[in-house]
């Protein structure tokens, strides 16, 4: 990353920009301990002629930090995400450098495979030896036949073992979680089992609904299993997070889950909880049953980051979506996230740093 052609992006933060609290007046009590640790650092991996989504960050046995990220050709426009998307990876010496492309390593592979129009939704974890690399595939451009999928490694370099069936179905018709299985959060737990958290809706309620922001009501349920290459097994008690119940179609969706000692901590989007602009912090001692949200990170806005006026291809500007923590030496230190925008006016990463 060039951090100086970022500054340009940047202006002198207001008060209202350092102090959260003072942004969200009777929500000042919702912003999370984790909302005021970020700093801006600025924008990443912008490549002219794609956007580029899904950034998922880890650092290697060598220090340096790799990204995988989905990304789709820029004519495809923002909804290329859904029939068109390849999974690539990227080094950098260190989260504020610049990230070297290294190459495709997960394309869509045509009919005949669950995955055959679009590979999304990256999250790298490296578990029992080996690199895990959970994502979304789909056969028909539609998210009807999203799946979420394993593909493993034994080096960050590959080769990658590409998974013939998906990891996780969904539920039948009529189920919460009957349109697809989507947006893969995992934690290996403590007690040696493979948690799988997985976003889903209702078919009916998506094909049905009225909401002027989004359809359906996502929510996010919880498999588990004994193996890390399954069967993963669906929670009875799913779904573990169901916002259906504050009204107005409050739901979220891009969970990154991890443990802190001994305590489940998630980051989200929100949609519509407090607004549709910025990001959820939720604790659980559980796994299963999740504490009320906070705020996790903010709109661009809020930080002071100046940007073009969008064109109208653009609808979600100036908001971070896909939240993914970089972990070194076990704690976290960055959060990866992405939005729309940059000097292309597609979409790139936007890092923020985790102050202590």
Known sequence: MERRKFIQYLSMASAVGLMPGLALGNDEDHVSAFAKKLKPVGRALEMDGYYVWCNSPIEGPDG?????????????????WINGSEICHAIADTPESEFKFIDVILAPRGPGYWDATTC??????????????????????????????????????????????PLLLPGPEGAWDDHCTTNPAFVKHPNGQYWLFYKSWNTKEYETGTDPLVKGNRKYGLAIADKLEGPYVKYEGN???????????????????????????????DMGVYNHQDGLYIESKTGKKWNEPEIAYFNADHYGIVQPPPPKYLNKYGRFERPQLLFQKGKPTYMFTTSQGGKYMTASPFIFKIES
């Open 64 to 80: 340096k930090i790799h990204v995988f990220f989905s990304r789709w050709v820029a004519s495809k426009k923002m909804g290329g």
């Open 120 to 165: 999304h939704n990256p999250s790298i974890k490296y578990v029992d030896g080996k690199y895990c690399l959970f994502f979304m595939g789909n056969n028909n451009g539609k998210t009807n036949t999203k799946r979420i999928g394993l593909a493993t490694a034994p080096s960050l370099d590959g080769p990658w073992t590409r998974p013939d069936a």
């Open 239 to 269: 779904p573990v997070i169901d916002y259906s119940g504050k009204g107005h179609n409050a739901q979220l969706e891009d969970a990154f889950v991890w443990l802190d000692k001994g305590k489940f901590k998630m980051l989200a989007r």
